[in-house]
DNA sequence: TCCCATTTCGGAACCGGTTCCATGGCATGC
DNA sequence: GCATGCCATGGAACCGGTTCCGAAATGGGA
């Protein structure tokens, strides 16, 4: 009934008694049944006892232990989250809503940070083979083909937030189709000679958002019978760094530079509006520039984008998840997000027919001019 | 052995045969004893006896569940981290830094997101009362007494990652000295009327850093001989938004505006630059201006800060809860990490002695001048 | 050949809740 | 008064690894 005996460095017995659940029935005067009633806020006990359990309780100030539950019950009541560099503001922003989520609904939310292959890997076995969680979702990651099919076999329940796989419930966005309204936005600007300034990192482990938003590009294209330059076309690493060096190469065509670039993402719209700066040029007279996204710095910065639903997405996925675990069948299994162009200073430039006062043309080290639809920010 | 029944809506019984180690042990001809030491990679055991072992587990497919494990062990292998608003960017680097120590330790990260008082209440409570976790990490929490009281009578290993409690391992900055630091570097610039621009966030549930900074910021005012002003004094919700109204107020106060700010955090600084921008002023010439925390964003936008090693804080917190887990007593229980000033063009404005190109001034709406230290970005 | 130390191994007891079945008490209906 | 049914309850069996003790096998030395 809970005492266990251990013998430290040759000397006497230490006797460390736990207060289990069968103390707490014992000093209440009822059966560990009723007191596991008691925890689990079953109906089927008298008021009074219910009473006098929970006084025990409190006075003995016993804590069941979750690993015996978990035991018993055959589940962890946790959910294990992937997530594709966690650093990434987008990222993030779903996990947050994943997390809440979860917690509302009283999952442990435990996060797997995920940063190469083999970390991958390690956490992925970890997560199946060690039934350390009940489910898992996937935060803009690409599964292996081979971890997928045993999670199919296994049964173990998974959900796809940024990403899609055949039967398993996924909420995703139509990568294309972004691509195609970011791009469309420039053409009908007047843009003709449109760069394109992505990223290579879903060779490595993630999903390649990046390629399916050039797909977009490519077909805006040639809808309005542009025939695609692939010198205006670049990839490198997701940081604006190396976006700023892609679009430099680029600006240095002379003549045949870019009027506008379709960044695949903010993080590079940053790093193309920098080398815009370096090259002299003007935007968006010079060059306009258009990211994905719709992160916080799109808005400080002023450049126009694609929003996505960040937070929403995994909101979604989670709520998914609570209903495959509580048995309820996820209706809408796979999920579309909507995507929207949200034109700002980087594409459109100022207008002038806007009514409300605009900031001045700042001179300086420092000229973070930024175009304000109104006055709320300094309201 | 493993074999459980259950009835369907009156039908047939199902019998669901789950693989245990017992399965593993009695098809493999030895003791469920051998079989838990081939698991845990004990070195009592026959190596032709572990490959058979091995090869059995392979075959059926066997995986140990987590929760039995934990519970003979009597430990769960995880650790809670409680996070306070986890959308800030400094809070995130600090938690990555925090999750990939605990991961490649083999501990799972549980993530607790505080966003208000009662989840605060009551993800503590879930934590401490059921015992799901062996350990609490704390990110820029201030914990409640009691709590903090309880915590340390149950013996419940604790560490705190910004911020410090007596008796606890923690990982932490001298705020003050921080804010000391800011607003010398800007009285060695010249400048006599500083203001100062904080958020009010610490009432809820987070720690002080804000004022923590403002003390800082009075000390030096003393120490040069300055008599503060409290109209240059003021403090708002942790947005740049709220900084960019708040410093709005102070540039208009004429004369008497001050000519350097000091943000006490980057996010709200990025707010003071736009206000100076709305109102026509020039930085540093006008307004000089320095954050705090060193985010992405300053760089991105050459702002002045003051330096902290944020996912270093997190490398190091998780790190003493290794240790703590593991027995061994972490050395330097408390520990402070440095800060120093990051001068950038916020505040220094082109440095006309330096060698390498600077982008020129660019007109336009969005003038995004950003005073780069050479080169290496469009490299 | 016998003794003792070492290595390897089997398996019962145990960790601490959960669940299900049996039981007792009480009210209702005939 | 007795059968019936429901509610509340006790407690044994169970969940599936871990650990420890005792024992068997092995090997080396006298």
Redesign the pocket.
Known sequence: ???????LWGEVAVRKP?????????E?????????????G?????????I?VLSTIERLD????R????????RTDAVGILVSVITRPSVMARLVGVIDVLSDAGLDAVVFNVENRAQFERHLSSIIDQ?RVDGIISISLRIPEERVTRIRKLGIPLVLVDNSLPNFPCVYIDDVAGGNMATKHLLSLGHRRVGFIGDNEHTALGKSSSEDRYVGYLMALEAAGIEPDFDLVARGPHTSEAAAALTSAQFELGQHRPTAIFASSDTLAVGVIKAAQHHGLKIPDDCAVIGFDNLDISSILDISTVNQPLLESGIKGASKMVSLLNGEIAKPHREELPLDVVPRGSSLGIQRNNSTKLYGVVEGPIGLQILQRGEELVS
Chains 1, 2 share one sequence.
């Open positions: 009934m809970g005492i266990r005996c251990r013998i736990t207060i289990g659940i069968a103390t707490v029935a014992a209440a005067g009822v059966g560990v049944g009723t007191v596991s009633r008691v925890l689990n079953s109906n089927q006990v008298n008021e009074a006892t219910r006098r016993y804590r069941p232990l690993s015996a539950s978990s035991l018993s019950k055959g039934r």
